[in-house]
């Protein structure tokens, strides 16, 4: 084999182990960091349709945030998310149907500018800091929160994370291409992101 062959050969080798290292990082991540009471629950952003609607995904995330508040688990919900992948604001489209919902305005904040979970979690760590919060239920997907875990153990808070169960059950397919698709997240997490795009609360 010359060196073309073993170059491929070793670039094959690391995309694996990159991935294997992504897929037990996410395997063995933090699920928490205490067992106390919450000042704030943080729903973290998703798109909404390209109508400015709630997509189910994102629908599922505030329906879980607004019951989690009606169980008296916060005070509070922080709704996290900007205008990432169309031009509507996911922090506005959740606090809308939280609304709706019946969550009184005083017991709702937004975050209008995070791009990624990256700055979703140090910006909405900006808020709870701004106001002396310290403790905080975050809820996401299930896909998602492994990610999410690794990157709120960098922030100056205690959390725990929470699922919200989908609307409706998602095809196979759909599960496992979402599944991949947070691997390969995740991996670019571990060996990019984390430094290159690191956010100081």
């Known amino acids: 084999m010359g060196w073309p062959g073993r170059l491929i050969l070793f670039a094959a080798f690391l995309v694996l182990g990159i991935l294997a290292w992504a897929a037990l990082a996410r395997q063995f991540a933090p699920a928490s960091n205490t067992s106390l009471g919450f000042d704030a629950i943080i729903v973290l ?15 599922a995330r505030v329906t879980e945030g607004v019951r989690e508040y009606e169980r008296g688990v916060a005070p ?3 709704f996290t998310g900007g205008a990432a992948h169309n031009r509507f604001v ?10 709706a919902q019946g969550i009184p305005p005083s017991a709702i904040f937004i975050e209008t500018r995070a ?8 910006y909405s760590t900006r808020i709870m800091q701004a106001h002396g919060w310290h403790t905080a239920e975050v809820i996401s997907s299930a896909s998602h929160l492994p990610r999410a875990g690794l990157i709120f153990s960098g922030m100056p808070i205690k959390w725990e994370m929470h699922v919200a169960p989908p609307l409706q059950a998602p095809s196979a397919l759909y599960s496992s291409g979402v599944t991949v698709l947070e691997v390969l997240k995740t991996a670019r997490y571990l060996t990019y992101a984390r430094w290159a795009e690191r956010c100081e609360p």
Request: with cysteine; glycine share 6%.
């Open 76 to 78: 509070r919900l922080i």
């Open 115 to 122: 791009l990624d979970t990256i700055q979703n979690a140090c």
């Open 45 to 59: 952003g998703w798109p909404a349709d390209d109508d400015g609607n709630p997509t189910p995904e994102q629908l």
């Open 90 to 99: 996911e922090a506005e489209v959740m606090a809308r149907a939280a609304a």
